[in-house]
């Protein structure tokens, strides 16, 4: 990878003065929090170059070095051994150096309030959200006086050039329809609404279209965010970013992906099928090119099969028409902002959505986490669909996650324990992803797990 | 086509309040100059559909109504039967309504200024560079305070899809560089740069990215302004709207196109190579993919054996590599920055370019005029330069445009007088250009045009 | 005077790019235009001092030198010998330096215009109004898009401590209403109310408050513009410049003055009661401070008994009170708001009102005019405002203008000719301003003119 | 006191979104924090209403009511019986609206740090010190990306009209070179600054002036923030509030006060003589009208003749001549930028002065306290200024303050131990007060100490 020797650069605007503190609070270079930091940074510069192949990052960040040094105005970043691509004629991307500087901002803000003691309480479900909030808030990305318009794509980031296409064709439709975008801002149907968005505002003359980036130290590496996104912020794991996501977004569209697509999707129903939930008004379109309508079908026939017919009601499937696709969800979008104004909810927060516990706290992909796991009909749908979406997270990490594969290797296939229709239905699903060529596979699929029926008179 | 009943619309920004006299002037709906904004607002709602057959615009014009509403904060446009495409969920695409009044101040100021006899000097070449600096003043395309970066697109708009691929990239690594695109304003070579500076300026977080569309009255109905451009200017005829081009840019890359294309080269290197002009600083660029290296390799070839050895100091071909190209541009742009700079000499508009009056004047493609051509060596380079212009401009018209077509029938084909290896290179380009497919043609490709060697000894 | 040897100043936002023709136009060192603009810019910048002595102004014109120099970005002034109150820490204040660039500004435009015979129409009503709303919206002060909020303020400059500071609480309580200020833009009752608006709008955080100034060539000397002035008009003579007050403004207040003031509201009110225009709203308030109440109980008298009670419609009366002063015009310019949306007329520029064309054109004070007046009730009582305007013009003028005070010492007193009655009346109004201290006087009063009983049944 | 049955507002921008957590934290109405809040509610919206006799303060406080109501675009406020005087034709003024919603969020702020255990340090000089940096900030008070140019301005909020004017023109003269005004935000010399640089802004067009207001609750009901202060913050107590004025700062200007700006110069010259303080340019000007030439006299022979001769560098003296006022703090800031520079150290925040514990941390004006302090030259300069500050703490209270003035009616007189020259000179001082009509009296001046000669041996 081509670098830059050495580089300097200063915060424009989403930096706010930081104390002796705080920065203190960073720069110790053998700190965990400076490491975190610095792997953040060099992702966030390295964006475009496809990182999949983590021994490349792994190179890279040997040789790259950050400073944050203290200046009159504010502070400098002092960088070496920086990604070459981040550059146009020896000037940083302005894009990137905003979210190199927005990822010092979260990392400090996190770090300052989990660091001392009791700040932030992640013991209490109240605790995480008011946490999720206040490092959203701290972002800049909880806006103030604007009505509901932030629109959550979700999906695949490696997928073929007619679902790319028409990603963007739908972004466009929801750019001129003056909706703004999020995404997990790394490429395929995160990157594809953006840059459609993009032009799509432009022809409506918009200047203050957002893009807003919602990431987390785990992923950023692998999804660099590209520069496009414009609002940037990095919540502190896997499952608080989920949660940023649902209390954001005002309506979310997903396109096909994987089983990790699937997984989200399940994290989804499984919050909207709570009760309490379930009458509130949350626009949720599936949406695929004619050419890849098949995703949505296995996936549709296998929520109503697991979850039952009372899924149903909770998304739409919109196959082709880009155009439809945004109608559709800005006229959703209009029955949340009635909702809210009604019942004196704020638009730039969903405080009202109720999320359990079992959805905020993260779960461990080991043998023993799977075995307990209860894939049958005995439970309530969303008790279900929670363990479900478990049971997929494990399934990515069994086929494409090191830590997975790994425990895979030792301990033989992960043991499913629920009943055969329920088996039978997860198999049936997989293997559709394995035809469709969205499985990342080398050679032979096989799969890492077993379906142990389980005794349901319990 | 669709169109919508009835609707208003009332201006942002780019309309100054009109003075009572000013309305007068434009909505006597007999009027030539309401007729005219007639026609031009239709053709701005236009954009997107496919309107080389004049008669469906022609069918669309008979329906299409507007009135112009005096109104407390300024004034209102009422329209029937405006294309629905010009409309999401009913409401116009905001780029397009600042279009229609773009539209009204240009047509209302030279209107104003014209009708009143003298006010214009269109009779000398300083009265017609006076009147070009000051519609595009009125129109806010000239800008102070800025520092040279407008680059100026030229290419076909029937391009291949590489070739349309290959102009946004280059517009993409023109806007990386913060530099600034205006096209003629219709779509291939023109809407591609600005749809990639669009997002290129998204990266670098420009929010006042500049997508000024040139057009005149003429040519506006076949190249309806796309809604990313967010400055229009309508300049009274054909060759103002060329000096407009020239004057108001830092730098010129043009595309390959058709026979109109190589017009506007042979327009652009008369004037370059004027005795006075050929030490000023103009970068230009002739850009295209690998793919098409062709049409560039003709045209060089052409250039060369017709204005010699001298013309090729004035422009760089690049094949491939957009990075290159736009690398290439801003150093040319430096330089003209440098050159202002030193002698004093505005950035917003080029005062110093002597263009002289039979490059300023209209040519009328008719027998007598095209037979009044002297195509050969006898004279300078750039009096010969402005000759093939004229030839390359009538034989578009003889080839395409209604009234050339019809003059060819009736008297047969134009004859050129030249002498014969001048004759034959034109004949060898135009040939080329068909063998790429770069001719509109209805069956075989019937020249219309002879070369008459004419008596060089004079 | 103390004086800077050498400056040079650049235009921020007020000047638009000129052409080489305008600059052409102007800076011909010989030409009348370029000394107008000379005089202008010296008497802009002598802001602050005092300047009713014209030999003091004399002596640093003749030392001022001003250069209009191009310059890549724009033009910059070079100036010599201009006056030390301009600058702080020699940096020129900023308000003064774009009123300088205001004035190139209105100055190029309208020799542009008038110099090109016939652009503008000086010899029709129409045609001077069109002149005025031009160089006004040239000039920036017709604003679209803003709702009716502009208040002219009327009243003398050389006024007491008490006076002023009434102007002053005034100018406040409109300031804090929201509403903006348009003067003279001298000192006395035309800086008061600005200084107070200033601080008004400071507390409703409104940081677009505008300060207007409207002023003329042969009155700018005597009347520099305040710095607080942010924009700024120059009128090519008295009678445009008036029609600028009462077109452009919602409402107007009128502070005690001396003959002047007496002479503007004469104008105001011939115009107001025009059969047409005395059924629009048109909020005039007259207001003193208590310790002041005497001037308009005087001039009051004076309206009725001369153009009889029905002028009392025209205007409100308010001693002390600035609160009420602003209350009422709030309300009354709530009015006007009503009566332009009901009657779809411009916010920005009265263009309803009728202005007969003998308050268009200009009045020159000799004893043949003055003779010509009919000052009786046989005619109308707008054409006897008329004519009392004209009357007081010439005593001005009589009394302290260079040619007037010539004109009556070679000729003796002007010759009134008018009844009795009405020429108690004015001696009656002028002997009380004598008596306040209001008329500028070398010893003894001794009148200007003589009252010729009139034979009124012709 | 006229009140206002019923009002409703929202927060434009001063108030980022609350959680619901820290909603909750506020609106408990027998909370500590909210009823704070509503006494500081009450305060800002009592401007202009002298509020020294604090029982009717009180009467308006007990009929006042306010409520935090959650909404869909961030919060509203409901209020019963406001002050009438905070309303202009029924809506409230934007300058006091928006500290209304600062004092909510500082209070929020503060809360949500002080509530939650350890968060600010505030047994630590540096946790106070970061506290006091953290409050700002949140405030907006601290501002990246600008050169120096806060001044502050200290002195009596009860002077002279004569006072009033001076610091007025100083504050024009200051505004006039961009710089910019920090104030208690109360009236007199506190308010006079600011109006002053309003219009010394407006002829700079500088439409981003900062009029800063530093407050904390227990004085911002005697001395409401006048709404032209545009950006408030409430520091939770008084020696938080100075160390924010010392730091936030770039130059300081004392006017003349009473006994409580005597007791501001003896804290802030502590600090200065600290050792490593002293090199640290920090301009600090005493300036006085001629007419009150006596106040710094005697205040400057009370330091020279207690913290001697060295003391005097510290600061300048200058008397009449605003301007010079201005050009000297122009210059002091200029060097203060340099210094600032030079060492990399923060343009908006002083880090670098040294502030011992004991200025940090509130001396209660107690008799046992009192009996403590060392008013002798046993000790260092800069602990004596310490010791004296806190002696004219206690006398300010013992004179004034509900909670002084009772401790003195039980137990006596303060027995203030000191040498006998001390003793005379605070003696001296003080009657200088009383004679110059400083100390708010009723009927005669008697002491409220005594001075007790201290074994100065030990």
């Given at each position: 990878?081509?670098?830059?020797?050495?580089?300097?650069?200063?915060?424009?605007?989403?930096?706010?003065?930081?104390?002796?503190?705080?920065?203190?609070?960073?720069?110790?270079?053998?700190?965990?929090?400076?490491?975190?930091?610095?792997?953040?940074?060099?992702?966030?510069?390295?964006?475009?170059?496809?990182?999949?192949?983590?021994?490349t990052?792994?190179?890279?960040?040997?040789?790259?070095?950050?400073?944050?040094?203290?200046?009159?105005?504010?502070?400098?970043?002092?960088?070496?051994?920086?990604?070459?691509?981040?550059?146009?004629?020896?000037?940083?991307?302005?894009?990137?150096?905003?979210?190199?500087?927005?990822?010092?901002?979260?990392?400090?803000?996190?770090?300052?309030?989990?660091?001392?003691?009791?700040?932030?309480?992640?013991?209490?479900?109240?605790?995480?959200?008011?946490?999720?909030?206040?490092?959203?808030?701290?972002?800049?990305?909880?806006?103030?006086?604007?009505?509901?318009?932030?629109?959550?794509?979700?999906?695949?980031?490696?997928?073929?050039?007619?679902?790319?296409?028409?990603?963007?064709?739908?972004?466009?439709?929801?750019?001129?329809?003056?909706?703004?975008?999020?995404?997990?801002?790394?490429?395929?149907?995160?990157?594809?609404?953006?840059?459609?968005?993009?032009?799509?505002?432009?022809?409506?003359?918009?200047?203050?279209?957002?893009?807003?980036?919602?990431?987390?130290?785990?992923?950023?590496?692998?999804?660099?965010?590209?520069?496009?996104?414009?609002?940037?912020?990095?919540?502190?794991?896997?499952?608080?970013?989920?949660?940023?996501?649902?209390?954001?977004?005002?309506?979310?569209?997903?396109?096909?992906?994987?089983?990790?697509?699937?997984e989200?999707?399940?994290?989804?129903?499984?919050?909207?099928?709570?009760?309490?939930?379930?009458?509130?008004?949350?626009?949720?379109?599936?949406?695929a090119?004619?050419e890849?309508?098949?995703?949505?079908?296995?996936?549709?026939?296998?929520?109503?099969?697991?979850?039952?017919?009372?899924?149903?009601q909770?998304?739409?499937?919109?196959?082709?028409?880009?155009?439809?696709?945004?109608?559709?969800?800005?006229?959703?979008?209009?029955?949340?902002?009635?909702?809210?104004?009604?019942?004196?909810?704020?638009?730039?927060?969903?405080?009202?959505?109720?999320?359990?516990?079992?959805?905020?706290?993260?779960?461990?992909?080991?043998?023993?986490?799977?075995?307990?796991l209860?894939?049958?009909?005995?439970?309530?749908?969303?008790?279900?669909?929670?363990?479900?979406?478990?049971?997929?997270?494990?399934?990515?990490?069994?086929?494409?996650?090191?830590?997975?594969?790994?425990?895979?290797k030792?301990?033989?296939?992960?043991?499913l324990?629920?009943?055969?229709?329920?088996?039978?239905?997860?198999?049936?699903?997989?293997?559709?992803?394995v035809?469709?060529?969205?499985?990342?596979?080398?050679?032979?699929?096989?799969?890492?797990?077993?379906?142990v029926?389980?005794?349901?008179?319990?």
């Amino acid at each position: 990878m081509k670098t830059l020797a050495q580089t300097s650069v200063r915060p424009t605007s989403s930096l706010n003065l930081l104390s002796q503190h705080e920065i203190d609070g960073v720069t110790n270079a053998n700190d965990d929090t400076f490491q975190l930091f610095r792997r953040c940074a060099l992702a966030v510069l390295n964006t475009g170059n496809d990182c999949d192949d983590y021994s490349t990052f792994k190179a890279a960040l040997d040789a790259f070095e950050i400073h944050i040094v203290p200046e009159p105005r504010g502070i400098r970043l002092d960088i070496t051994n920086a990604p070459a691509s981040a550059f146009v004629n020896n000037r940083m991307i302005r894009g990137i150096e905003e979210h190199l500087f927005s990822a010092l901002r979260d990392i400090v803000y996190t770090h300052h309030k989990m660091s001392m003691g009791g700040r932030f309480d992640f013991d209490s479900g109240p605790g995480i959200t008011d946490a999720v909030f206040r490092i959203s808030r701290n972002a800049g990305v909880v806006k103030p006086n604007t009505s509901p318009k932030l629109v959550v794509c979700w999906g695949g980031h490696a997928v073929s050039r007619i679902e790319y296409e028409y990603a963007k064709s739908v972004g466009f439709e929801l750019g001129l329809r003056g909706l703004n975008i999020a995404t997990g801002c790394g490429t395929g149907a995160m990157k594809g609404p953006m840059k459609g968005a993009v032009i799509g505002h432009g022809k409506q003359q918009i200047r203050d279209g957002r893009y807003v980036g919602i990431s987390e130290p785990g992923i950023i590496a692998s999804e660099s965010p590209n520069p496009t996104v414009n609002e940037l912020v990095i919540l502190p794991d896997i499952e608080k970013r989920l949660e940023a996501f649902v209390r954001l977004s005002h309506g979310i569209i997903v396109f096909p992906g994987g089983a990790g697509t699937a997984e989200e999707v399940l994290y989804l129903l499984g919050i909207l099928m709570q009760p309490g939930n379930t009458t509130l008004p949350f626009p949720l379109i599936f949406a695929a090119p004619q050419e890849s309508a098949d995703y949505f079908r296995g996936l549709d026939a296998f929520i109503c099969h697991t979850l039952g017919e009372a899924a149903r009601q909770h998304y739409e499937i919109i196959v082709g028409s880009p155009e439809q696709v945004a109608n559709s969800m800005y006229k959703g979008i209009e029955s949340v902002t009635r909702h809210r104004r009604k019942h004196q909810q704020s638009y730039a927060f969903n405080w009202e959505l109720m999320i359990p516990m079992d959805f905020q706290q993260p779960f461990k992909p080991t043998h023993k986490n799977m075995a307990g796991l209860k894939l049958n009909r005995s439970q309530s749908a969303h008790a279900l669909a929670a363990d479900l979406r478990r049971a997929f997270s494990a399934i990515v990490a069994g086929n494409v996650k090191a830590d997975g594969i790994a425990e895979v290797k030792k301990h033989g296939p992960f043991q499913l324990s629920g009943d055969a229709e329920i088996a039978a239905s997860i198999d049936n699903l997989l293997r559709g992803f394995v035809d469709q060529g969205r499985m990342k596979l080398n050679g032979q699929y096989t799969p890492c797990y077993e379906v142990v029926q389980a005794d349901t008179s319990t």
